[in-house]
């Protein structure tokens, strides 16, 4: 990961100003003790099958659905900033997104089940624009019985 001390003054400036979103409220649900939840992922690294679409940015591509199944062989960083380093991703997937950490807490029986599937967001992207995308993946959450997500930013 780059530091900002790093960059130029100007990439400096740009990410210290960045408007991150505010909220007026914070939702709260009543969780269900880890050790009866079923746990999925949601990643910002960009990460995809092989044959699915790459990354295009266009209104609407938010996410990629990655299946339980899947190994560190099987996926794809697509993410689009130059500034991205990748070489954690090459040594081990589960630094952007740690699926055998969470296959080990369910074999230990700390959370009850994994999700069938888990999803990647392209973290190079306004967040703003994802709130249909986000929406429709909250009902695909509740589909397949997910209790808690584990965020994963990148």
């Known amino acids: ?3 900002l001390e790093s960059l130029s003054p100007e990439e400096q400036r740009f990410y210290r100003e960045y408007a991150c979103p505010q909220f007026d409220d914070t939702p709260w649900v ?3 003790p880890l050790h009866e939840s079923r746990v999925a ?3 910002t690294a960009g990460l995809h099958m092989p044959g699915d679409t790459p990354f295009t940015g266009k209104s609407g591509d938010h996410y990629r659905m990655i299946p ?7 996926l794809v960083m697509s993410h689009v900033s130059v500034n991205y380093d990748r070489t954690g991703f090459h040594q081990d997937f589960n630094v952007v997104f740690p699926l055998d950490r969470l296959r080990e807490l369910a074999a ?3 959370i009850a089940s994994v999700g069938s599937f888990h999803y990647s967001f392209m973290g190079a992207d306004n967040p703003r624009q994802w709130e249909g995308s986000v929406r429709r ?3 695909i959450l509740k589909q397949d019985q997910v209790d808690a997500v584990l ?3 990148v």
């Open 1 to 3: 990961m780059v530091r």
């Open 30 to 32: 009543k969780s269900k």
């Open 41 to 43: 992922i949601v990643s």
């Open 68 to 74: 339980d199944t899947v190994s560190a062989n099987d």
């Open 108 to 110: 230990e029986g700390i």
């Open 137 to 139: 993946l909250a009902t």
């Open 151 to 153: 965020l994963v930013p």
